[in-house]
């Protein structure tokens, strides 16, 4: 066998071969290339992710990290991230990612609240979450000042913010029966509703801020009133019963309604956010605005149930007052409990009736009181004997209200400007009068001496008893016997003027020659007017 194994010598010799160039290069291009792309990417990302916001509810009823989606519009703008509780666990802290985009709508007055199923009042909204759960409301501020902490809302708002129409600002005593939501009226036409309200920082009242949408807006004026047009408006007072309400809506959940006296002339359209006051009824409402207020007392020393604060003071008809407080007050000097009343008169309420004409302002004022302060006219038509008293306004109600009128014949009185405010003279009811005069003939007759009276009365009783029985026993014999006779003597009459009687029979008898009688002097007068010469002469015929 032959050996071909190859020999030592016959191998080739190894060889370093040399690294190859840009090897290292082309091994780190693809990692490069990744963390490039990477980067990339992580910037997109960062600058893609929108702000991070905190919410602070009062409790997370209905919010979940990772679910609840924040909306706008019905149109998802982000998600909550995340949901702590503060330290002092009293709230409830929601962390939430929102789109980029809406960054620039993250400022101070912009408002979160929780969109859930809710009944409030007569409303019922947010139905649709109980399929696809709470979500986050959103409502964009217009404010410039940027802000990334919120508080959210116990309650939806009302009104959105890019809702047009106006807001303003109401104050009231007290809040009555209106609450958030409560509609506003014009004409009875619901056109607002309440936005909020809130105590005074004092308590004496309440603010509450009303918005009224567009074009209606325009109707509000610098002299617009404002009232409150909750449930009924019942009145029982002077005039009678008084019946308001504006409509079902009012009555169940309450509401305020606008407008403007019928005597103002056009004002222009009130700012935004203008204040006005809060009438409690339509007809405090309409009142006018008194320029000019004089404040009096009267002391009444009779019963005044029937007269409440608010009752009118009335001239003729015309209210030019009325009555604000009663009070009991006992005379230092005659230790007697009056009644004092105190009320405001209007002077231009007179006043504006009589302008124009100085011969009614002197009839009714006196001299020059025209052109004197209102406290010198009053005192003026006092001198001329104005005086006041109460007086009843309704039969049914039992209202009474004060009365004003010139008396002739009033005592001599003036205003008494020695206390505070000045007292008016007044005089007693019609009711009291009567019943004082009632009182005085009553005083008269007591004072008669009605057992002497009375004896006496009883003495003639039994004297006349006595003359009656004289009577029955002396004279009816003879009255008796008298009309016996007379009626004999009837009796005789009576056959004598018979119609066969003689004396009937000679009468007629005498009436036929007084008959005969004058027709000869008529004959004789005729013949006479025709022949007057026969005076002297005689007849013709008997002188042939």
């Known amino acids: 066998m032959v050996d071909v194994s190859p020999k030592l010598g016959d191998l080739p010799e190894a060889m370093v071969a040399p690294k190859p160039r840009g090897t290292l290069a082309l091994v780190w291009l693809v990692p490069l290339i990744a963390l490039l792309i990477g980067g990339w990417l992580a910037v997109t990302t960062i600058l893609a992710k929108g702000p991070t916001i905190t919410i602070t509810f009062k409790n997370a009823e209905g919010i979940e990290a990772g679910k609840t989606k924040i909306k706008y519009k019905d149109v998802e703008i982000g998600k909550v991230t995340q949901v702590l509780l503060t330290e002092d666990l009293k709230e409830v802290v929601v962390t939430a990612e929102l789109v980029k985009n809406v960054t620039r709508h993250l400022v101070e007055d912009t408002t979160f609240w929780v969109v859930r199923a809710r009944v409030s009042g007569g409303s019922v909204s947010g139905l649709g979450t109980l399929l696809s759960g709470a979500y986050i409301g959103v409502d964009v501020g217009k404010s410039a000042k940027k802000q990334h902490d919120f508080k959210g809302l116990d309650v939806p708002p009302v009104v959105q913010i890019d809702t047009p129409g106006r807001e303003y600002a109401l104050h009231s005593d007290d809040l009555g029966s209106l609450d958030v939501g409560s509609p506003v009226f014009f004409r009875r036409l619901q056109v607002g509703q309440i936005k909020s309200y809130e105590l005074d920082k004092d308590g004496n ?5 009303v918005f009224v949408n567009e074009p209606y807006d325009k109707f509000v ?37 606008f407008g403007t006296p ?75 409990v009056n009644i004092v009343a105190y009320a405001n008169i209007y002077p231009e309420r007179l006043r504006s009736r009589v302008r124009g004409n100085v011969a009614l302002s002197r009839k009714i004022l006196g001299g020059d009181a025209t052109h004197a302060n209102p406290a010198s006219a009053i005192e003026l038509m006092v001198e001329r004997g104005l005086r006041g008293r109460l007086q009843t306004g309704n ?13 002739k014949d009033a005592p001599k009185a003036s205003v008494d400007r020695s206390q505070t405010p000045p007292v008016l003279p007044t005089l007693p009811s019609s009711m009291t009068a009567l019943q004082q005069s009632l009182a005085g003939i009553i005083k ?86 025709r022949h007057p010469e026969a005076l002297l002469r005689g007849k013709q015929e008997d002188q042939q």
Do not use: C
């Open 205 to 209: 009242g309440v603010s509450l801020k």
């Open 221 to 257: 004026t610098t002299n617009t009133r404002f009232w409150n047009a909750s449930g009924v408006d019942l009145q029982l007072d002077s005039s009678g019963i008084k019946l308001q309400t504006q409509s079902m809506v009012s009555i169940m959940l309450g509401g305020v309604a």
């Open 262 to 336: 019928p005597d103002s002339y056009e004002r222009p359209a009130a700012d935004a956010n203008r204040e006005f006051s809060l009438f409690a009824n339509h007809e405090a409402a309409m009142k006018n605005p008194e320029t000019e207020i004089v404040k009096v007392a009267m002391i009444f020393k009779e019963s005044v149930r029937g007269l409440a604060p608010g009752a009118p003071l009335d001239f003729r008809g015309i209210e030019i007052g009325e009555v604000t407080a009663l009070n009991a007050d006992v005379d230092p000097v005659s230790k007697e």
């Open 395 to 407: 039969l049914l109600t039992g209202q009474l209200f004060i009365g004003f009128d010139f008396v």
């Open 444 to 529: 008269k007759i007591d004072g008669m001496p009605l057992e002497q009276i009375g004896a006496n009365l009883e003495q003639t009783l039994k004297n006349a008893s006595i003359l009656m029985k004289r009577l029955d026993s002396e004279l009816t014999p003879e009255a008796t016997k008298t009309l016996a006779e007379a009626s004999q003597t009837l009796k005789s009459m009576e056959r004598l003027l018979a119609a066969e009687s003689p004396l009937q029979q000679d009468a007629r008898e005498a009436m036929r020659e007084l008959t005969r009688t004058a027709q000869a002097f008529r004959v004789l007068a005729d013949y006479l007017e």
